[in-house]
């Protein structure tokens, strides 16, 4: 394989953890929901994969990847998937209504900090 898509890949790959993470603690909570020992697990997880990247080690990588692959980070990105398409459609809809209102029930997916739920 070509090294210059290897690379793309392995980019795609770190987004990919990242996107599980932030999938997984919830959207612009950081790491305010994880214990002491969780976020230092999690930050030791993405160090280390940045290392196996720097270090061009495919198989580090590798095995650093297949360990985010559970049925568990799985189903709670599916399930942000399905809320976040669910949102988008909500979103047409209003936009195309003007009615705003309408999506007062997604307050919390904003953790209320959106100035159109006022």
């Not at 070509?2 to 999938?23: D, Q, R, T, W």
Request: aromatic fraction near 10%; glycine fraction near 10%.
């Amino acid at each position: 394989m070509n090294k210059k898509y290897l690379a793309v890949f392995a980019i795609a790959m770190v987004a990919l953890v990242g996107v599980g993470m932030v999938s997984a603690f919830g959207f612009g909570n950081g790491m305010k929901g994880l214990s002491d020992n969780d976020g230092a697990q999690m930050q030791e997880q993405m160090e280390a994969v940045n290392s196996a990247i720097e270090n061009n080690d495919f198989e580090a990588w590798k095995s650093l990847m297949e360990s985010q692959l559970t049925e568990e980070n799985f189903n709670q990105m599916v399930e942000r998937h399905n809320e976040m398409k669910e949102f988008r459609e909500q979103m047409e809809t209003a936009k195309e209504s003007g009615d705003f209102e309408s999506m007062k029930g997604f307050e919390k997916g904003f953790r209320g900090n959106c100035p159109l739920m006022d």
